[in-house]
């Protein structure tokens, strides 16, 4: 399996209160990405990072900010949780390269009430 | 922008064949993923195709028309662990090789 670590993987928080999930990785990847998947809506992306401190927007960035300090480590912050954000969040590594594939780590699965 | 297609849901029986489609229209195409996804769990790598044509592995075959945008997902002698979502990722082309996932197909194997 691919070294991918997600923390925490459940979590149950409050409308208004910040919430950081963190993905790390052992496999010295250069891209990094983050997804939410929601019922009727498959993986939707919602930032990436190509390098360290080297991120971009997804379909889904409003609401959402990433920092990647370390080629090991992205982080996904809700600055304020709303109950729309309420989903199972994957991370993703992977090479960059077209053929490559992307492994996921096991998901953390956030309600935010 | 790209539009992706799948079945919501599909049911076989143990032992038979499925197909599971996907269709897409996209800007510029550089290839196709199938994922495989377990009821809580992380997507896992099945298959990537480029070239027209179909890609065996095993009990599951790809193939691919690019000229119609069009993939399928094979599935010979199901088994009950099969059971699961599978999902079809286009790659365009250029850029940073993102691809965009469709909304995944509920593959259901009853005995």
């Known amino acids: 399996d691919a070294g991918i670590t997600q923390s925490p993987r459940h979590k149950v928080t409050e409308t208004g209160t910040p919430v950081t999930l963190r993905c790390h990785q052992t496999?010295?990847?250069?891209?990094m990405y983050w997804y939410r998947q929601d019922p009727g809506h498959g993986l939707r992306l919602i930032h990436y990072s190509y390098g360290v401190k080297d991120t971009d927007k997804g379909e889904v960035s409003d609401g959402y900010s990433v920092s990647r300090s370390k080629t090991e480590d992205f982080l996904l912050t809700l600055e304020s949780a709303t109950s729309s954000q309420t989903s199972v969040y994957f991370c993703?590594?992977?090479?960059?390269?077209?053929?490559?594939?992307?492994?996921f780590g096991d998901g953390t699965r956030l309600s935010i009430l | 922008g790209q539009n992706i297609d799948q079945p919501t849901e599909m049911t076989a029986t143990e032992g038979a064949i499925v197909q599971i489609n996907c269709t897409y229209q996209t800007s510029g195409f550089n290839g196709l993923f199938w994922y495989q996804q377990h009821a809580g769990e992380a997507p896992t790598f099945l298959s990537y195709n480029v070239l027209d044509g179909l890609e065996e592995k095993g009990r599951f075959s790809s193939f691919l028309s690019r000229s119609k945008g069009y993939s399928y997902l094979l599935l010979k002698e199901l088994q009950m662990k099969d059971s699961a979502s599978y999902l079809c990722a286009v790659q365009a082309s250029g850029g940073s090789y993102i691809p965009t996932f469709g909304r995944g197909t509920s593959l259901i194997v009853h005995p």
């Open positions: 496999e010295n990847h250069r891209y």
């Open positions: 993703a590594i992977g090479t960059g390269d077209s053929n490559q594939p992307q492994h």
